[in-house]
């Protein structure tokens, strides 16, 4: 049974992943077997990347693209393929938020939003599932969100991105399913990485961040998610063992999806 969770031979792409959700997957990624490439936005970011795996004993490789930008994802992934093999695996990490009042975010703002978290998955989703079909097998993994399925205040355009992604990942597994590629989706909760420190930050006082409580009272877990919480779902996604799963978005999020929240003292 093990076997089946084994992604030995497997080649992975993850963007975005010089840190963060993105690390912590391909990190579990390489210790179920897979060969890493993971992409940021920067050379900087890359180079700190490589060096951040090579530190965990990962030789990754890293690439320089602009998700959003298709010429480059297609070069790119041709040169992936070129120079280390056809991509099995994709993983749609790379992503931004704003946190601004809807009536105060400016339509630019809105679509920067949409671009990098909804508009690139599309781009490089269509730039790998050509091999995947020639090869016959592939799995997408599109990182979603507890905004995938609620709203909040400020995150108008990242609410609609990440329920639009929802709705991409289905999309991708009802076209391409016949040709034994699955995509699926993980919605995270709430976790502790630099996309939320601001979050979490102590009061002045020293006390912690309103929000960091709200979260806590909301989460029947009542912690904050770490970036290892989501390795063993996505492993599992993305191996052999999930390949009856399709267009489904697995949430790990402690429970807050199925909480009313703590009643307050
Ligand atoms: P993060 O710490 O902000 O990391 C996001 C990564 O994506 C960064 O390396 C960032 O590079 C990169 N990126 C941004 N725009 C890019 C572009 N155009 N091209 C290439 N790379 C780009 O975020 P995270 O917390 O690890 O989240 C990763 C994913 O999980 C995101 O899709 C996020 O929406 C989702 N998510 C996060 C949480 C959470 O609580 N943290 C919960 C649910 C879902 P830069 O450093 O240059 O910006
Ligand atoms: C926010 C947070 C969330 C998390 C995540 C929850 O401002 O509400 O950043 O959006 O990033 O998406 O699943």
């Known amino acids: 049974m093990l076997k089946n969770f084994s992604l030995e031979g497997k080649i992975a792409l993850v963007t975005g992943a010089s840190y963060g959700i993105g690390y912590a997957i391909a990190k579990a990624f390489h210790a179920a077997g897979a060969t890493i490439v993971f992409n940021d936005i920067n050379a900087d970011l890359?180079?700190?990347?490589?060096?951040?795996?090579?530190?965990?004993?990962?030789?990754?490789?890293?690439?320089?693209?602009?998700?959003?930008?298709?010429?480059?994802?297609?070069?790119?992934?041709?040169?992936?393929?070129?120079?280390?093999?056809?991509?099995?695996?994709?993983?749609?990490?790379?992503?931004?938020?704003?946190?601004?009042?809807?009536i105060e975010m400016s339509a630019k703002e809105f679509r920067q939003v949409i671009d990098v978290d909804l508009n690139a998955p599309f781009i490089v989703s269509k730039a790998v599932l050509p091999a995947m079909i020639a090869k016959g097998h592939g799995k997408i993994i599109?990182?979603?969100?507890?905004?995938?399925?609620?709203?909040?205040?400020?995150?108008?355009?990242?609410?609609?991105?990440?329920g639009g992604l929802k709705m991409l990942t289905r999309n991708i597994a009802s076209e391409y399913g016949e040709y034994n590629i699955q995509c699926n989706g993980i919605g995270p909760g709430y976790i502790a990485t630099p996309q939320t420190a601001p979050l979490r930050e102590l009061q002045a006082d020293g006390s912690r961040h309103p929000f960091d409580s709200f979260i806590i009272s909301k989460t029947p877990a009542a912690r904050w998610g770490t970036s290892e919480d989501l390795a063993g779902p996505a492993v599992f996604l993305a191996s052999e063992a999930s390949n009856f799963v399709n267009g489904h978005v697995l949430y790990v999020d402690g429970g807050i999806l199925a909480y009313i929240g703590k009643q307050p003292k």
């Open 46 to 102: 890359v180079q700190k990347g490589v060096a951040a795996y090579k530190a965990d004993g990962i030789a990754a490789h890293g690439y320089v693209f602009d998700v959003t930008d298709e010429q480059q994802v297609n070069d790119v992934v041709a040169k992936i393929t070129s120079e280390v093999g056809v991509i099995d695996i994709l993983v749609n990490n790379a992503g931004i938020i704003k946190r601004i009042p809807m």
């Open 142 to 162: 599109n990182i979603c969100s507890m905004m995938s399925e609620l709203g909040r205040e400020t995150v108008s355009a990242y609410a609609a991105a990440k």
